[in-house]
């Protein structure tokens, strides 16, 4: 019999006062927030999708080789207004793909791309495309979203995925972006082919009721049924006391780093008034925690992995990632469950919708990235592997996994989420309908199908959808993991602006300044970093008064940048400019196969 006073625990942990992101609650008490729940705009949709589970679409129209790109179409969606350079960086993955696609390439940017507050099927309809399977002939299948959340919100994006195969990308500088690109081609090309190795990593913290069930009912059955049953596949699993920060440090980026990891924990939570929240965020809290008892104060980052714990010589290249964890993958503004929790209250979680940074630091990484990772945008529901009355659920998951390992692209495999969100979201609105009228329901079944339902709907993709693992062949001899680097571009020259009071230099060399800088052992100056500088009070050809702001950019993508406090809008929008000049100029130059002497005596 079912104790109706028991707890229900779920994931996320809130890093600055140590206890759970989520209160535990009955499951009464859970399911009479369900209650208010609201039908989800695009039910009818969801109800068709169900309907049509059994002809096998996952997404695409029958007949369509999901493998081959000239089949099912490749797509990259900017906004309207998406900056020059950032399309720039991405040619070399653009190139590739609309090699690739052929007549099925489809490049949306300026009138074509995604305009502000535009629906999912307002953007279809514009290019020929409506409800149901998707068409490559119209629209194509892998869709790639190039920007931030706040410039094509999360929403547009979950509504596409239904039937599509959508990925996302957004990076803080265009170097980033050519990163990317650049790890993707080298995948893509045959330069990177890695052993075929999956790890499992599941934390089961002392005294915390979700971090035992992940392990028991999510890791460890996952790991048992791929290895039993994947023979070309070496299998792995680092468990409870094993799942340590250093641990996770050698499996992301470090010497046990395999081509796809599965990752089960707490992702790490803060208010929207925490400094931490936007570097922090997401990151995955590891066995180092003692455990909610006996940690009953702020974590420190020693217990978590975060993205500024990924060092210079991390190697992602070629990593698949899928993390369970609380806001994996992103964190919206409001907090879709407290506003049904606190009487629609719209309760404001983060200051912008925005991507966790761990994700677009491991894809954008400068020494070779990884492909993708698949995340939570929002919470992680750990009863949502668990069914009442039947026990652990883990087929979707599975499913996801095998369809990785045989060679399917990432958002081809992950259609098995979308269809168990389109079928528990149909049941699950038709129940709360039959609620409100009248009807008792079980809180036990009301909660575990909720639940199931938005751990099904918060997953998203950070990176192009149409990439797969690149591993050798399963009779090919064991191999160790390439090195691929990316190649750095090296401009030199000095470009002064003059606009009214005010000058900007573009230089790699700052004359007076060389405290920036690292001498090589014979007096030379390091020309690999891009320095530019805007002053303020002096017109071009006088002595500058005061630096205003300067940015230092290195060509592994690390930045650092100082702004005078007092610096006004104008100078610091003109600084920007400067800067993604210098950046425009670097890729120039690494698209004309440009490489510099290193040595060579700074002007």
Not at 402 to 426: D, F, I, K, M, Q
Not at 523 to 549: F, Q
Request: hydrophobic fraction near 40%; aromatic fraction near 10%.
């Amino acid at each position: 019999m079912i104790d109706e006073q028991e707890l229900l625990y779920f994931n996320g942990i809130d890093g600055d006062r140590g206890a759970y992101d989520l209160p535990p609650m009955t499951a009464k008490d859970l399911a009479q927030i369900i209650e208010g729940e609201e039908l989800p705009e695009n039910l009818n949709e969801l109800r068709f999708r169900y309907q049509q589970r059994t002809a096998r679409h996952l997404g695409v129209k029958e007949g369509v080789n999901v493998k081959r790109l000239d089949e099912s179409g490749w797509g990259i969606i900017f906004a309207h207004d998406a900056d020059e350079t950032v399309k720039e960086a991405l040619d070399e993955l653009i190139e590739l793909r609309q090699e690739q696609a052929g007549d099925h390439f489809r490049f949306y940017a300026g009138a074509d791309g995604y305009r502000s507050g535009e629906s999912k099927n307002n953007f279809l309809a514009r290019h020929g495309a409506g409800p149901g399977p998707a068409d490559p002939e119209k629209v194509p299948y892998y869709l790639l979203i190039v920007g931030s959340p706040e410039a094509i919100p999360y929403r547009f994006q979950t509504q596409l995925d239904v039937q599509y195969a959508v990925g996302r990308i957004h990076f803080d500088t265009p170097q980033e972006y050519a990163n990317y690109a650049r790890t993707v081609v080298a995948a893509e090309t045959g330069q990177i082919r890695l052993p075929r190795q999956v790890t499992f990593f599941g934390t089961a913290n002392s005294d915390d009721r979700a971090t035992r069930l992940s392990a028991q009912h999510l890791v460890s059955p996952l790991y048992i049924q791929l290895r039993d049953s994947v023979p070309d596949w070496q299998f792995s699993e680092v468990v409870r006391e094993e799942a340590t920060k250093t641990q996770l440090s050698r499996l992301l980026g470090g010497d046990q780093t395999p081509a796809l990891l599965f990752t089960a924990s707490h992702g790490m939570s803060f208010g929207v008034e925490s400094p931490r929240q936007l570097p922090h965020q997401g990151a995955l809290l590891c066995q180092d925690w003692p455990g909610p008892q006996e940690w009953q104060k702020a974590i420190p980052q020693d217990f978590y992995f975060a993205a500024d714990d990924l060092g210079s010589e991390a190697d992602l290249q070629g990593l698949i990632a899928f993390f369970f964890a609380c806001f994996g993958a992103g964190t919206p503004q409001f907090d879709d469950f407290a506003q049904q929790a606190f009487h629609d209250q719209r309760a404001e979680i983060a200051p912008h919708d925005f991507l966790a940074r761990l994700p677009t630091a491991m894809l954008s990484h400068g020494r070779g990235g990884a492909l993708a990772t698949v995340g939570h945008v929002e919470r992680a529901w750990g009863y949502s592997f668990m069914w009442p009355g039947a026990g652990a659920q883990t087929t979707a998951f599975e499913s996801v996994l095998r369809g990785l390992l045989s060679g399917y692209p990432v958002g081809y495999a992950t259609e098995y989420l979308n269809e168990r969100y389109a079928e528990l979201s149909t049941v699950l609105s038709d129940e709360l309908e039959e609620v409100q009228f009248g009807k008792m329901a079980d809180p036990y079944e009301l909660s575990g199908m909720w639940t199931a339902n938005n751990d099904a709907r918060g997953y998203a993709i950070i990176g192009d959808p149409a990439v797969r693992l690149p591993v050798v062949d399963s009779d090919d001899p064991q191999v160790k993991r390439p090195v691929v680097e990316v190649q750095p571009v090296e401009v030199i020259s000095k470009e002064e602006v003059e606009v009214g009071e005010e000058e900007t230099s573009e230089e790699f060399v700052a004359p007076g300044d060389e405290s920036l800088l690292e001498p090589t052992p014979e007096g030379m100056v390091d020309l690999k970093t891009i320095i530019v500088t805007t002053y303020a009070g002096g017109a071009a050809g006088d002595t500058p008064k005061s630096v205003a702001a300067r940015t230092r950019l290195d060509l592994d993508g690390d930045m650092d940048t100082f702004v005078e406090p007092h610096a006004d809008e104008k100078l610091l929008s003109l600084h920007q400019s400067m800067v993604h000049e210098a950046v425009a100029a670097r890729l120039a130059y690494l698209q004309l196969g440009f490489q510099p002497d290193v040595n060579q005596k700074a002007t």
